[in-house]
C-alpha cells in the first residue's frame, strides 16, 4: 500500500515527565513498508500513522538513527507521514 507514494519516516523521543518533544529524526534506510513489517500493523489511513516503540523495535531502530535510544530517559515513537 505504500510502495506507490512518497513517505517520511521519522524518531520522535519525549521527556518521560512532563511529554515535551525532545528530539527527532529521520529513520535512514528503513522504508514506510518495512516499519510496517517491524510494528506488525497496516498502515490504516495512508496520510499519517504513529507507533510507540517497545523494546522489540529498539534493536532494529537503533541500526538506522544516529540517536542513542534511551528508553530510561525518554519515551519513543515513529512516524510515517506522507509527502505531498
Given at each position: 500500500m505504500c510502495k506507490n507514494t512518497s513517505t517520511k519516516v521519522i524518531l520522535?523521543?519525549?521527556e518521560v515527565k512532563g511529554?515535551?518533544?525532545v528530539g527527532e529524526e529521520?529513520?535512514?534506510n528503513m522504508t514506510a513498508d518495512d516499519i510496517l513489517k517491524l510494528f506488525e500493523t497496516p498502515f490504516w489511513n495512508n496520510l499519517y500513522?504513529?507507533?510507540a516503540v517497545n523494546r522489540?523495535?529498539?534493536?532494529t531502530l537503533q541500526k538506522n538513527v544516529p540517536h542513542k535510544i534511551d528508553t530510561?530517559?525518554?519515551s519513543y515513537f515513529v512516524e510515517i507521514y506522507k509527502i505531498s
Open positions: 520522535n523521543w519525549y511529554n515535551s518533544l529521520a529513520v535512514q500513522h504513529c507507533w522489540s523495535h529498539i534493536a530510561k530517559k525518554y
